[in-house]
DNA sequence: TTTCATATGTCAACCGGATGACATAAATTT
DNA sequence: AAATTTATGTCATCCGGTTGACATATGAAA
């Protein structure tokens, strides 16, 4: 059977293309008596306006990609549906790419653009070169991550979030501190995290220290990595890990290795997601604010579609979550 | 400055878009030379076609759809990412919706099928009313859900995990064993995971108990479930938790009542994500093969946009993983 | 009476590519 | 020499809406 189409409505309702058009633009001058003549002839039979012509005319898709890592990492996960949500407000559709931090991959994604498949890009992965994306700077926002000059990002406050970690443990009696990093050859401001850490170590007179754990390995290579750290230089009793899978991981570690949490240890997480708060209520963690940084991103990536100006910066505040894993008591 | 289109090229190359649109799509004759020709002023221009008109035209879009409940959750998460990896394989790409079991959501879904943004749809979700499914089942695959007759399903071999799980249990010893279930109203091959567990009771002359925790609801609303049970009927030793984020939530609600896992209750998940798995790795459970769900459903629903003859039913085995919460040692 | 906002319709052009029909050659086969 | 295959081009049409231009009525306001 064959589409109805607009031309089918028209016959039916014994007007002209351009009148329906105008009823379903509500454009130019109509009748309520004509209008309704339209909508019956539309209800009859059952007309759905075909949204690729539409598109295809309008040069609009009214699709925002969002690339991110992987949609298996909780933080993302959780990101990815609120930013689904909030377009979803505006009438618009999330489309996902895992960019599983392949270059490769990304600049793959970014070509989806130029294809007039996509309206707009929110980036929220960690991906190194980032030359490409100069050519779409009006069309892109990302999400704690330092793109070109031009490019809006939206990030949580992590610098206060190191500040409010790193103080926490060393209220609690911590001295030797470890501090879980990302990648060092990219510039996230994720990094802040760390610079935060570092400001209130020396503020009490603390020797900063560090492990890395690049976020786009897989989870046995962290648990690894944490492992060797434990069995190769233990001598912390604090660790503000970046994010909460790796303070789980670490709180997994320890606890194989018979450390206990928070007498031997205490551990900061970062993140926040539900999902971690209610599967490890125990862990105390910076929490990010992933519904207002989703609100934000696509609020500011709208406003760029239609030619506004915006902000270059957005800083949201982060909060402290107290728990056992620094002797916080819960329940 | 405007758009490069595939006329600017055919004038760049001294060629007619006939001949253009020939050496892009590989159809009729062309020889080696006025490809090249063609190709170079395809790269010179740095031209991109235009996909919105190409899907326009050919009527097909690339697109497919996933509606799950939440990406939120972990194992739609990585269900997410598995589809978009086996999709890309193929040239689509994927479109997400959150449906929040919402019966209105996922009409509005629905309708973008009609409106030939999406060429096909995976459903994911735990929605009630089905109704509206028999428009379009020759677009549309489920993946652990009886959608209508002719829409071909995908899933896990529940009703194994359900055996295996409860065996398990009583192998290590319980013999008042709780199993979770999901909302009764709705059917869900996940149901067939009681039934397993029902079967292996029976064999073993054991009374089945239950308790429901409808999927849509909220973490603390579970966990209030969850406490509820301890506090008015404990006297269970062994849960077979219908998933593994129930299962998590089993887990500390026990330690925080005070009961030893796994000497007092043993517990047996569902799921068996990568991050479940990783990040709670002493948690024994059914592992779904959800990187197999997610190819077999991608093929299938392919296969079925091509008008081929596929499979109603499928149905892909699972594993028991095994560990602490049932007494095996692990590391 | 003249102007003007309102109401309705027709027609053609356009968005960017895809494609079938048809014409014309040159190169190969038969 | 005739038939066939290969190579290239032009032209018009289509996909399904949107839109601007323009014509023609009203009834109301100036």
Redesign the interface.
């Known amino acids: 059977m064959k589409r109805v189409t607009i031309h089918d409505v028209a016959k039916e309702a014994g007007v002209s293309v351009t009148t329906v058009s105008r009823v379903l633009n509500d454009r130019g001058y109509i009748s309520t008596e004509m209008k309704e003549k339209v909508l019956k002839a539309i209800k009859e039979l059952n007309y759905?306006?075909?949204?690729?012509?539409r598109?295809?005319f309008s040069?609009q898709?009214k699709?925002i990609a969002l690339i991110v890592p992987?949609?298996?990492?909780?933080f993302?996960?959780?990101l990815?549906?609120r930013i689904?949500?909030a377009l979803a407000k505006f009438g618009y559709?999330?489309?996902?790419?895992?960019s599983l931090n392949d270059p490769e991959n990304e600049e793959k994604y970014l070509?989806?653009l130029?294809?007039?498949?996509v309206d707009g890009i929110i980036v929220g992965s960690h991906n190194v070169d980032i030359s490409e994306y100069k050519n779409y700077e009006n069309q892109i926002v990302s999400i704690e991550r330092k793109l070109t000059e031009n490019i809006p990002m939206i990030q949580s406050d992590d610098y206060n979030g190191g500040v409010l970690a790193t103080r926490e443990l060393i209220s609690q009696g911590c001295s030797n501190i470890l501090c879980v990093i990302g990648d060092k050859n990219v510039e996230t401001p994720a990094n802040d995290r760390s610079l935060g850490y570092i400001s209130e170590m020396e503020k009490n007179n603390l020797k900063p220290r560090f492990i890395e754990i690049p976020f786009q390995i897989?989870?046995?290579e962290k648990?690894k990595i944490i492992k060797d750290t434990f069995q190769t230089k233990f001598n912390f009793d604090g660790v503000f890990a970046g994010d909460d899978?790796n303070a789980?991981?670490f709180m997994?570690v320890a606890k194989?290795m018979n450390y206990d949490i928070p007498e031997d240890i205490k551990i900061v997480g970062f993140d926040g997601?539900?999902?971690m708060?209610?599967?490890?209520?125990e862990l105390s963690t910076v929490v990010q604010p992933i519904e207002q940084l989703a609100n934000e991103a696509v609020k500011i990536l709208l406003d760029l579609l239609q030619g506004k100006k915006v902000k270059k910066e957005s800083t949201l505040p982060v909060e402290l979550y107290l728990s056992r894993t620094t002797n916080r008591i819960k329940?």
Chains 1, 2 share one sequence.
């Open positions: 759905i306006p075909n949204e690729m012509a598109s295809f040069n898709s699709f992987t949609t298996e990492n909780p993302f996960g959780e990815t549906f689904e949500k559709h999330l489309f996902i790419c895992n070509r989806l130029n294809e007039k498949r897989g989870y046995e648990y899978v789980k991981l997994n194989e997601t539900q999902t708060r209610s599967l490890v209520p329940n």
